[in-house]
């Protein structure tokens, strides 16, 4: 496949600080990049890569680790530390290391995967990254940053100073990332991840030109703007997979009565980077639009488990990766500069 990398990470970082703080653009001299990316039209290479993120949830002896194919001899856990509560996953690799997959963990909470050390940090990621303006709900919710304004008026500034902290998964990303490009300067690289797991692996793939497959991920695409991700020529080296009866990557999973805001959860965005593919489960299976088909196992099991009929029928494995158009989130809000 064919990606745009920066120049340098240093250079992204420059462009990033320029953007914000003088509200320039700081053109890059992307690179464009032929490179050995996973084979997403393959039902058996999505399945393989979903295995790998609900793996990133659990240690090597828990009973829901899916074993994976005899390639991917070597694993390494990755913030699974008995003290550590934030980032977590796998590294895992071919026996030569011609090709490494970071797996990143999704958010473990009690309405998604039953909670853990990391469900804090979790859902404070959630709510910043996919939520119109600091999780502001209603006046009954308390915000994870202080820039809502009175009405439906949110500061811009102070929303995007937020989501610099150092505290975000996205920073501790990029420094694992570099590491990893330091460990293995010959390897193909991939990312992969399952929900908040994969919107973090899609802001990677566009800071570094990496080839990322996310699973039922919240849309990601107004997180990359406020983050000040230069934006390269192209971002089809980043695939999104989901169904349609999941309400958190379809993007309806909100609103006061909403099973998300009941749990705490602001999951207000829905638009993706790069390509979708997008099984219709509630047409084809029947299915019934429910936060309870989110989780990866359901995916594993009843949806590339086994071969999906409507694309056998056109001689495809896999519905068409298509790019989403004219996608609006977060149209009753006004961002702008609203100081207190």
């Keep these: 496949m064919t990606s745009f990398k920066p120049p340098s ?20 001299q992307w690179e464009e990049q032929e490179l050995v990316g996973p084979d997403v039209e393959s039902r058996e ?28 001899t070597n694993h ?21 290391n011609s090709t490494v997959i ?12 039953g909670g853990g050390p990391t469900a804090k940090k979790d859902k404070l990621n959630d709510n910043l990254l996919f939520s119109c303006c600091c999780a502001r709900i209603d006046w009954t919710w308390t915000t ?15 929303l995007e100073s937020a989501l610099m902290e150092e505290s975000l998964f996205y920073p501790i990303g990029t420094n694992l990332y570099n590491n990893l490009t330091y460990m293995y300067p010959e390897a193909n690289i991939w990312i992969t991840g399952h929900s ?13 030109g990496v080839p990322v497959v996310a699973f039922e991920s919240p849309g990601e695409k107004t997180a990359s703007r406020r983050l000040h991700l230069p934006s390269p020529p192209s971002v089809q080296h980043i695939t999104h997979v989901y169904h349609t009866a999941d309400p958190i990557a379809m993007g309806t999973c909100n609103g006061i009565l909403s099973s998300c805001a009941l749990g705490g959860y602001a999951m207000e965005t829905r638009c993706h980077l790069g390509k979708s593919i997008v099984y219709d489960t509630v047409s084809n299976l029947s299915w019934s639009v429910d936060i ?9 099991d ?39």
């Design 302 to 340: 009843h949806v590339l488990g086994e071969p999906w009929q409507p694309s056998l029928e056109v001689g495809r494995e896999v519905p068409v990766a298509e790019f989403e158009e004219d996608c609006v989130e977060c149209y009753s809000w006004e961002f702008g500069d609203f100081p207190l």
């Design 76 to 96: 390494f856990p990755v913030g699974w530390e008995p003290d550590a509560d934030g980032f977590r996953g796998y590294i895992f690799a071919t026996p030569d």
């Design 144 to 158: 994870v940053c202080g820039c809502y304004r009175s009405g439906w008026k949110c500061d811009q500034n102070c």
């Design 45 to 72: 290479t999505l399945l393989e890569l979903a295995k790998m993120t609900n793996n990133a949830y659990v240690t090597r002896d828990d009973p829901a680790w899916y074993e994976l194919d005899e390639r991917w």
């Design 102 to 113: 970071l797996s990143i963990k999704g958010t473990s909470s009690a309405i998604f995967s």
């Design 9 to 28: 990470f240093s250079a992204v970082s420059h462009a990033r600080k320029r953007s914000m703080r003088d509200f320039q653009s700081v053109p890059l």
């Design 292 to 300: 309870r088909t989110h989780g990866i196992v359901n995916v594993i």
């Design 196 to 208: 908040l797991g994969g919107a973090l692996g899609s802001l990677l793939g566009v800071t570094f």
